[in-house]
Structure formats: C-alpha cells, structure tokens
C-alpha cells in the first residue's frame, strides 16, 4: 500500500523469547465490528512466563450473547498458535492472519459481569479473516537497552516498555457457527508489544479507537499508574497524513457490563480539540493477573477490564471502533499502600 511505517519489519514480526530479561512478554491483539452483520470478533495473544501463549478469542453477537474460549499452547516459534486461536503476521506491518478452529462456550455477556466463564456446553466454532492495514502502523520499534529508553521504556506498568504497535485495520473473512457462515467485511484495529512488562499497579487504563468513512482514524491510550506519571499516546490518521495526538482522554469504567455505556473520548491535534461521542455495543468482561494473563468473566476483586465494540460520533461523521476500559474491582484497597500517592489517606489506620 505505501504506507511510511513508523518501524521496521522485524519490529512488526513475532520476537525471540529474552530469557535473560525480567518479566519478558509478548502480545498481540485484533479487534473488529462489521456494523452491517452487527458481528465483533476479539483476539488476544499473550506470552506468560516466556514459555506459554494465552489466548482468549470471542466473538460477539447482536443477540447479547458471546462465543468464547480461552486456551494455552506452548511457545513454539514455528508454528505460533495458541490452543484453537491463530494470530501472526504474513506480512508484517501490512497483512495479519487471525482466526480460529474449534469450540467455545456460548454465554449471554451478562453473565460474565456476575463472575468468572465457567464449564458447560460449548459450540463449534470457525472464523478465518485477514486483517489487512488502512493505515501506516504507528508506534516504536524495540528497545531493551536501558542507555536507549525513555522514562516510560522503563516502566513495565504501561503498554509493551520494549516495543509498542498500533495500526487501523481492514478484517474479512468467514465466521462459521451453528450452521450459519457469515461473510464479515469489518473495521479494526490491531496491537502489538512485546517487552518487559507487568500489570503493576495500574489502576486505570483506556484503549480506545475509531474508523469512519471518510478515511480518517484515531487511536487512544492511557495508563493511570499509582505513583507514577500517566502514560498518555496515540494518533490520526486522514488517509493522507498521521499526526501524534495529545492530552488523549480516554473513558473511565465503573462497572463489570462496560457501565458507562455511553461515554466521550477527548485529544489533541494541531487544528484544536477534538471531541468523540461513543456507545458500547457489546461487552466481554475479563480479569487480569499479575504480571500478565486473564480469565474471561469479572472476579470479585482485581483488575477487571471490559472490551467491547464502540459507536462513535466524530464531528458529525459516524464510525465504528472499539473501547478497552480497566477498573480495580474492590476499590484502591487491590493497590500496594507504598505505591499509593501521598494525597490518598490510608483508611486502614
């Protein structure tokens, strides 16, 4: 496409695993709506303890009910899939492949807002799309050597301190299950970070990002970090030019089914602010363990975070994206006292 990549190829593509660096990670993600099935598919490859992927893939219905699986396959770094989901690049920064093969669990996404997926029937599953760039893939290519990060590099709170990745992408495809085959033609986006990294204590993240149809996208990112500066990035794309945003603000979460389901995201460019009403159509529940991994479905304590597809209204234009919000279920208590400011009173005593 000719697109001006903002890193390398070798960046883009799947890591060695960095034995001999602390809390070494790597994680992939895709996400996608197609407005006109009302379908959304969400991948999310991760690396734990550097010799095991986690995946958990989902695939949201109209219906308020979601297919679901969350699997584990040991590092092999041949063939890089995990369990019944695959997601790799076949060509880094442009094309990636994300499907999966299998059986997952058919809930109502309520359900998972009331605790952790369960055991039970499970329905055959199959999904083969192609996710292919709409816009240059932006971010910064990797970096371990302490003399040449950033004070955020340093940082395993926020998102991939080694290497970070997004880029819009295109998603097509099939998506097969109880003997309907859907043809989806969808708007996503994809991240990609691999690095030492820990949840730490993160106390408050927004991922946010949108496709419209004059072309132009955005992509958001906060990281609220107890104790330490907030980590704030992102970008505009116009199908012609792709412009660094700033002062990215993205939605808070309150509640395990996405509560506020109707919310704003709010940045910076060179032409003034920018305001972006949104609606979360669907919601899938997860909670997250340290130093990475989660289980689908909301814990009663911890950090539960809610992924879910995303209207958006941007100066009058209507796009589709999607919305990742972050909450600690429990309140501060779930956060180390040492690491809390010293603002905070520490109500224990």
Not at 212 to 230: A, K, Q
Request: charged fraction near 20%; glycine fraction near 12%.
């Amino acid at each position: 496409m000719g697109f001006e990549h903002r890193v390398s190829l070798q960046d883009d593509d799947l890591h060695e695993v960095r034995e001999d660096i602390p809390l070494w990670s790597e994680s992939a993600l895709i996400v996608c709506h197609d407005p006109a099935t009302g379908l959304s598919v969400y991948g999310h490859l991760v690396l734990l303890e550097t010799q095991v992927w986690e995946s958990i893939f989902s695939v949201y219905l109209p219906s308020g009910e979601i297919l679901t699986d969350r699997s584990y396959n040991r590092h092999d770094p041949v063939d890089r899939r995990t369990g019944q989901m695959v997601i790799k690049p076949i060509v880094p920064l442009e094309t990636w492949q994300f499907g999966f093969d299998g059986m997952a669990r058919r809930v109502l996404m309520s359900d998972l807002a009331r605790g952790p997926l369960g055991g039970g029937p499970v329905t055959r599953l199959e999904v083969d799309l192609r996710c292919d760039g709409t816009s240059p893939t932006w971010g910064r290519g990797m970096r371990t050597d302490p003399a040449a990060m950033s004070h955020d590099d340093k940082n395993p709170a926020v998102s991939g301190s080694g290497l970070h990745l997004e880029q819009s992408v295109r998603v097509t495809g099939t998506v097969r299950f109880d003997r309907h085959t859907i043809e989806l033609n969808a708007v996503g986006h994809r991240d990609h970070s691999c690095g030492p990294r820990a949840r730490s204590n993160q106390w408050r993240v927004a991922w946010a990002n949108g496709s419209f149809p004059s072309g132009r996208t955005f992509h958001g990112l906060n990281v609220w970090v107890v104790g330490r500066p907030t980590y704030t990035r992102g970008y505009v794309w116009d199908g012609t030019t792709m412009e660094d945003i700033q002062d990215f603000v993205g939605p808070a979460l309150c509640g395990p089914l996405g509560e506020p389901r109707d919310f704003a995201a709010s940045f910076r460019t060179p032409a003034g602010k920018h305001v972006l009403d949104g609606e979360l159509l669907g919601s899938m529940p997860t909670t997250g363990y340290m130093p990475q991994g989660a289980t689908v479905g909301a814990e009663p304590a911890g950090h539960v975070a809610v992924d879910g597809p995303a209207k958006w209204v941007w100066d009058g234009e209507l796009g589709y994206g999607w919305a990742q919000r972050t909450w600690i279920r429990g309140g501060w208590d779930e956060v180390r006292e040492s690491d809390r400011p010293s603002v905070y009173v520490n109500r224990s005593g």
